[in-house]
């Protein structure tokens, strides 16, 4: 689950001479499909393999699994059929697939709306979108897209990593495995995973340690080039503006509006002055900012104000101050 630490630990310990001879040390039945995921703990700032539930349980395992904490049904089972399984540890300094950069818990009032496992699956449900917004933005909070937000005045806006459309890296969540959550460990995990195993971690996306190749620019709108290229911008940051459309600070699908070439998102001057605000404190943080560079927000396209998920989208890009066609290479991100 998509696009925002803690530690969090549990008790385990040796074998318990009275308990069931065919359990682990954690207690958990050597025969039962989770007897290979992580029993005790996770914590923020550990680093994983790219196991997946199906290869570690087994096809046999997976679908018992699927039985056991998705109510049996196959299609609230296959959204997690990509989860991580946590079963191989790696030293963060060594090549990883996945970094659990932070854990994080929902508001006691949403939490209690959450009544089993299944419940979080379901990614059509109003409770998916709530819950899904709040995690964003607790997973983003302490990081440098979070901090920025928060230096900016406090815009409830979720602000985030733009990557490349096949970017090798990726920004996720996930509640906790079902069997730890089952157990009261009713937390999600906040990744950053990389498709080709590498020593990137969560901190290093606004630094130079990213390969030019995963940023986002573009020449004319909507036009994607390299960023090695001559281009007109780079998006530095992605926005989800729900929080801000609901207490007012924005305008939602009222600020849709029917122009000579169709349907446009249109914002107030005093509107686009907050969301640029956020936009250059990002920017500042991140670049010594080329001369006559600065940061803009950009509202999403008609079909983003909102998307088919319900999410109002918006960006942040490094621009030109006065000459919109104006063209540089390379990245803004210039911090190490």
Not at 100 to 107: G, S
Not at 153 to 158: A, C, E, M, R, W
Not at 318 to 332: C, F, N, S, Y
Request: glycine share 10%; hydrophobic share 35%; aromatic share 6%.
């Amino acid at each position: 689950m998509l696009l925002p630490a803690l530690v969090l630990t549990a008790c385990s310990g040796g074998s318990d001479p009275g308990g069931d001879p065919g359990a682990d040390a954690s207690g958990t039945p050597s025969g039962s499909p989770s007897a290979q995921l992580p029993a005790a703990a996770l914590e923020a700032g550990t680093c994983w393999g790219d196991q997946q539930l199906p290869a570690v349980l087994g096809d046999d395992g997976f679908a018992d699994w699927v039985e056991e904490h998705a109510d049996g049904d196959a299609a609230l089972g296959e959204s997690m059929r990509d989860d991580a399984a946590f079963s191989e540890q790696v030293d963060c300094a060594e090549p990883h697939a996945l970094e659990l950069y932070a854990t994080v818990a929902l508001p006691r009032g949403l939490d209690e709306q959450v009544t089993s496992y299944a419940t979080l699956l379901d990614q059509d449900s109003p409770l998916q979108a709530k819950v899904r917004d709040q995690v964003n933005q607790r997973c983003l909070a302490g990081t440098a897209y979070g901090r920025a937000q928060q230096r900016a005045g406090g815009l409830p806006v979720q602000l985030g990593p733009a990557l490349a459309e096949r970017s090798n890296l990726h920004v996720a969540w996930d509640p906790f495995p079902a069997n730890l959550w089952e157990e009261g460990q009713r937390r999600f995990v906040c990744t950053f995973e990389q498709d080709e195993p590498g020593t990137l971690r969560m901190s290093d996306l606004t630094t130079t340690e990213v390969p030019v190749a995963e940023r986002v620019c573009v020449d004319v709108p909507g036009k994607r080039v390299p960023c090695t290229t001559p281009h007109e911008g780079e998006e530095i940051a992605e926005m989800v503006l729900n929080a801000a459309v609901a207490r007012g600070d924005v305008n939602g699908r009222r600020a849709v509006r029917e122009g000579t070439d169709g349907k446009f998102v249109a914002l107030s001057d005093a509107e686009y002055a907050k969301l640029d605000r956020v936009c250059q404190t990002l920017f500042r943080r991140v670049s010594t900012g080329p001369d006559g560079v600065v940061a803009k927000a950009y509202p999403g396209a008609v079909d983003q104000w909102p998307t088919k998920q319900g999410a109002y989208v918006a960006s942040c890009f490094a621009v030109d101050e006065d000459d919109a066609t104006a063209t540089r290479r390379g990245t803004v991100f210039d911090k190490g």
